[in-house]
């Protein structure tokens, strides 16, 4: 069966080989897709969809929308696109919204905080609906953008990992498009016919100062270095412990944050 386009083959490509390399999906997984909306999660579904059909391997999928309650939020748009192609999808109704608007201090990032509360929601779900994995849309651009913000930010050497496990084991966390660039997904999202839902959040045109003023920093040397950003992504899978500052590795002692809380890093993209 050959692929749409060539767009369409080579994320399939990207995306089989980080299903490989870092071991995301296996047979008889059911894949639980975080479908927001966004162009990042419909190319995910998408392309997974794709692979499922052609994988040597088999495994099933589904889509969860996290409804937050934001006013102006078309969740019956995500499910009629979802009938219209044989997806199966789930709708969960939560209160984040009104959470968020109690619990935000001065300086909190409410995306970051948004992501922790719909992570755990996705992990309850996980666990009603059969889940083996549950599969997210952040790109190679989340990754390394998360990485440089929590260097600058949060005074962490950290991004967002391929696969990680929950802190209580319980549930396993991946991110097939890690390989795969941003102009990619929303190329490809657009190309299938996917029509994105904004983020209806009131504070989405602050919430993410940090991570756009990063995000042109970024673009910036790729313009004056081309190859910055695989250089960034190759840097975190070829990290030497024994050159850094953590006293841990001295003692000979694991650090922790190889595991994954209700939200991951302190400054992950929702």
């Given at each position: ?138 790109h ?20 967002m ?12 966390v ?77 003692a ?5 944050g ?13």
């Amino acid at each position: 069966m050959p692929y749409e386009s060539t767009l369409e083959a080579r994320i399939a490509r990207k995306v089989t080989r980080a299903i490989v390399e870092y071991d995301l999906i296996a047979n008889g997984d059911r894949v639980m897709v975080a479908l927001s909306g966004g162009k990042d999660s419909w190319a995910l579904l998408q392309i997974l969809d794709v692979l499922r059909r052609r994988a040597p391997v088999t495994f099933d999928l589904f889509a969860v929308t996290v409804d937050t309650g934001f006013e102006g939020l078309r969740t019956d748009l995500l499910s009629e696109t979802c009938a219209a192609r044989g997806w199966e999808h789930h709708v969960e109704r939560t209160s984040i919204g009104a959470a968020i608007g109690r619990l935000l201090k001065p300086g909190d990032t409410p995306c970051s905080l948004c992501a922790r509360f719909r992570r755990g929601v996705l992990y309850r779900l996980a666990g009603g609906l059969g889940a083996t994995k549950i599969a997210l849309g952040h790109h190679l651009d989340d990754v390394i953008e998360t990485a440089l913000l929590n260097l600058l930010f949060a005074g962490t050497l950290k991004a967002m990992p391929a696969r990680l496990t929950s802190d209580r084991g319980g549930h396993v966390v991946i991110r097939p498009l890690v390989l795969v660039g941003e102009e990619d997904t929303h190329a490809y999202a657009r190309e299938r016919g996917l029509a994105a839902l904004p983020c209806r959040c009131p504070a989405r045109e602050t919430g993410g100062l940090q991570r756009e003023r990063v995000r042109r920093l970024i673009a910036e040397f790729e313009r004056a270095h081309p190859g910055v950003r695989a250089s960034m992504l190759r840097a975190l899978a070829n990290v030497a412990p024994s050159h850094l500052l953590d006293r841990r590795l001295i003692a000979g002692e694991r650090p922790t944050g190889g595991r994954a809380s209700s939200g991951d890093a302190d400054q992950e993209r929702a």
